[in-house]
Nanobody, 121 residues
Framework: QVQVAESGGGLVQAGGSLRLSCAASGSIFSINAMGWYRQAPGKQRELVAVITSGGSTNYADSVKGRFTISRDNAKNTVYLQMNSLKPEDTGVYYC???????????????WGQGTQVTVSS
């Protein structure tokens, strides 16, 4: 089994910064993409940023230039540095990892429980 756990959320004023971390652990042979999603109250979950095992990244237009996703493959960990935060960035931030459990196994997506980010105006 695989566990994914986020940390680093909290309350911050508009214009401030936060850094989220997400670590995957358990029966892991390799991890392909890792990503961050967020869900605001009353809205659907949306992609924030994703990073491949090779380091290629993709961002939602709303966070480009403000957020940076990175990963440490040796630690099975992905980070999200969030700068110039806005009240509309408020929501629960979820991490996922596309995990291969063995050399001939398929890829399964695992999600964390989420971490709350609140940006006050």
């Amino acid at each position: 089994q695989v566990q994914v756990a986020e940390s680093g959320g909290g309350l911050v004023q508009a214009g401030g910064s936060l850094r989220l971390s997400c670590a995957a652990s358990g029966s892991i042979f390799s991890i392909n993409a890792m990503g961050w999603y967020r869900q605001a109250p009353g809205k659907q979950r949306e992609l924030v940023a994703v990073i491949t095992s090779g380091g290629s990244t993709n961002y939602a237009d709303s966070v480009k230039g403000r957020f940076t996703i990175s990963r440490d493959n040796a630690k099975n960990t992905v980070y999200l540095q969030m700068n110039s935060l806005k009240p509309e960035d408020t929501g629960v931030y979820y991490c996922n990892a596309d995990v291969r459990g063995g050399s001939v196994s398929g890829i399964d997506r695992y999600w964390g429980q989420g971490t709350q980010v609140t940006v006050s105006s």
